[in-house]
């Protein structure tokens, strides 16, 4: 392409001074209205003289010159930034980011940037854009940039994990009947698997093998299932000890050769019902094949002694149980002067209280005035509040005294045996000391008097009489022993 001058008409004055210095071409435009120009040159035409008159002889005579200018140089703009990118699917892309425009007549021409083509950022494919710029003179620019959105490959969802359970439960006894599948329930610990604590609402089914096995006795196996809403199975085994909820009490007895003997009269059996009720047993029955059967029986109600009664309890479902009781039976002639002392080893447990009160209460005794009792090689243990502190063996010696006949002794062994959990390490002891003197308010009391008088007539009848209230007073105390067990 041709580069284009410009000329300018130059008037000069007949003494050479510029005048004007208008352009050719506008010159060329005040003379015609509209001249022909061609994008690849343009051609000035020299303007018509025209024909002006001669000036007055005092008028300067004016020149007109023409003087050429430096031609001016044409440049092309220039488009920075255009580049291909490659992006990925859903990314934000802008067009116009980094794309410059300049030109070194016009300056800066970025805004005067435009482009064709679109982009869709959120479907894979190869996209074109074409970027163009003008100048003031109409000169152009173009460059094209390729954008690639690349598909992005969508990961497969996480397989839920499996939830299970862990099972927390110990064995356990039930009675027969009941219902087994709430006793598990309500002693079952869920947990997950991350030790976090949950419930049977988080799960899809909970069952037991054996919802039954409560109608027999024994030892069941139980295996229990909780199944978690993915169907994962957590499982665990269990020993469930069925029984009838038998409870047996029984009383050793003491017996004069004046009553009649009721072997039942020192036990009674009661099992358990399915609704938690207690049904009493009484004698056994062939046809049942349940209640209390007399197995041994020693007594001789004509011969003083210690005798042993023994039983065996029949449940309804089968369960046997056996006991046994002591009976000590006296024998007395009216007119015997003998003193008759009775006394049966004891048991206790550490923590129980014990009074001279309670160990002169265990002695039963007949034709005496006084009895009393001493500690034989150790003495027992105490607290402040007459309570036992020690487990051991420990050996008592009771007498039994009346004016004018042989004192009668006997000695009983205490055991006191350890009991669970019984802790007492601030206590503060103190020895329980006895004396076997006869008269003392610890360790003896005053029995009935048998009628000692100076008229041997009014002594056989006051002790006849005597006997007779204390063998009904015996039977009474003993009777209500019982039906306060009832």
Same mark, same amino acid.
């Given at each position: 392409?041709?580069?284009t001058g410009?000329?300018?008409l130059?008037?000069?004055s007949?003494? !050479? ?33 025209l ?11 004016i ?11 044409k440049?092309? =703009? ?50 074109? /854009? ?15 940039a390729?954008?690639?959105?690349? &598909? ?5 969802a996480? /397989?839920?994990q ?12 039930? /009675? ?14 869920? &947990? ?7 419930t ?17 006795? !024994? ?12 169907g994962?199975?957590s ?9 009838s !909820? ?18 039942y ?17 009484g ?38 149980a ?14 015997d ?13 550490? !923590?129980?209280? /014990? ?17 009393a ?26 007498t ?35 004396? =076997? ?22 002594? =056989?009848?006051?002790g006849?009489?005597?006997?007779g ?18």
């Open positions: 392409m041709k580069t410009f000329k300018r130059m008037v000069v007949s003494c !050479g001074l510029v005048l004007s210095g208008t352009p050719v071409a506008m010159a060329q435009e005040l003379v015609e209205p509209s001249q022909e120009q061609t994008t690849e040159e343009t051609t000035i035409q020299e303007p018509e003289v024909e002006q008159e001669q000036p007055a002889p005092e008028q300067e005579e020149k007109a010159e023409v003087v050429n200018e430096a031609p001016v140089k440049t092309l =703009p220039v488009l920075n930034g255009v580049k291909n990118h490659t992006i990925k699917e859903g990314e934000t892309f802008d067009p116009k980011d980094g794309v410059t425009a300049q030109d070194e007549q016009d300056g800066d021409l970025t805004d005067q940037i435009q482009f064709t083509g679109s982009v869709d950022t959120n479907q894979a494919g190869t996209y074109t /854009l074409t970027y163009s710029v003008k100048n003031l003179l109409g000169e152009s620019a173009t460059a094209t390729i954008i690639q959105v690349e &598909k992005i490959e969508k990961q497969a996480p /397989l839920p499996p939830r299970a359970f862990t099972l927390e439960i110990n064995d356990f006894t039930a /009675l027969r009947h009941s219902d087994l599948k709430a006793q598990i329930i309500e002693r079952l610990v869920l &947990k997950e698997v991350n030790g976090d604590p949950a049977l609402d988080d799960v899809a089914t909970f069952t037991i093998d054996q919802p039954d096995a409560t109608n027999t006795l !024994g030892e069941k196996t139980i295996s229990l299932s909780v199944t978690a809403s993915d994962t199975v499982e665990k085994t269990i020993t469930v000890t069925v029984v !909820g038998l409870r047996i009490e029984t009383a050793d007895l003491t017996v004069i050769d004046e009553e009649s003997f009721d072997p009269a020192g036990i009674q059996a009661f099992e358990t019902a399915s609704d938690g009720s207690e049904i009493r047993l004698a056994y029955d062939p046809a049942t094949k349940t209640g209390i059967e007399v197995i041994k029986n020693t007594v001789d109600l004509n011969k003083a002694g210690l005798y042993e009664v023994r039983y065996r309890v029949h449940t309804s479902l089968g369960e046997t056996e006991r046994s009781i002591r009976v000590t039976v006296i024998v007395k002639q009216v007119f002067p003998t003193i008759y002392l009775t006394v049966n080893d004891q048991d206790m447990t550490v !923590g129980e209280e /014990l009074t001279s009160e309670k160990i002169l209460g265990w002695a039963e005794v007949l034709g005496a005035s006084h009895i009792y001493e500690i034989v090689d150790q003495v027992i243990p105490v607290d402040a509040y007459n309570r036992l502190t020690t487990a051991g063996s420990y050996r008592i010696r009771y039994a005294t009346k004016e004018g006949v042989p004192s009668v002794q006997k000695e009983i062994t205490l055991t006191v045996r350890d009991r669970v959990c019984y802790s007492a390490p601030t206590i503060q002891k103190r020895i329980l000391r006895t004396s =076997p003197q006869l008269g003392s308010v610890r360790t003896e009391r005053t029995l009935p008097k048998t009628g000692e008088t100076k008229s041997g007539l009014l002594n =056989p009848l006051l006849l009489s005597l006997i209230l204390v063998a009904f007073l015996k039977r009474e105390r003993l009777l209500s022993k019982l039906m306060g067990k009832k």
